[in-house]
């Protein structure tokens, strides 16, 4: 698939480049999802009335998470204490 890119942000990939990179940013990670550990994760689906979402999104601000990390927190908050 062609991308189409101006010389602006060529000459700005360019300059980029030949800065140099920082290593740390450019690690990629291991299976499964970003601050899980090792552990995979599967990603689900899941459908929600407009009011849910309304509920999801005030959440996830509230709690400076994105829905993933938000519906996670419900999950866990919810189960029975052992």
Do not use: F, K
């Not at 480049?17 to 990629?28: C, H, K, P, Q, S």
């Not at 998470?65 to 908050?77: D, G, K, P, Q």
């Amino acid at each position: 698939m062609p991308v189409c890119l101006t010389d602006d942000q060529l000459a700005t990939y360019v300059a980029e480049a030949e800065d140099g990179y920082d290593v740390n940013r450019l690690i990629t990670r291991g299976r499964g999802y970003h601050g899980q550990g090792i552990r995979p994760t599967h990603g689900v689906t899941v459908h929600l009335t407009a009011a849910e979402l309304v509920a999801l999104d005030q959440l996830a601000d509230r709690l400076n998470m994105n829905h993933s990390e938000a519906i996670r927190y419900a999950i866990t908050r919810s189960q029975p204490e052992a």
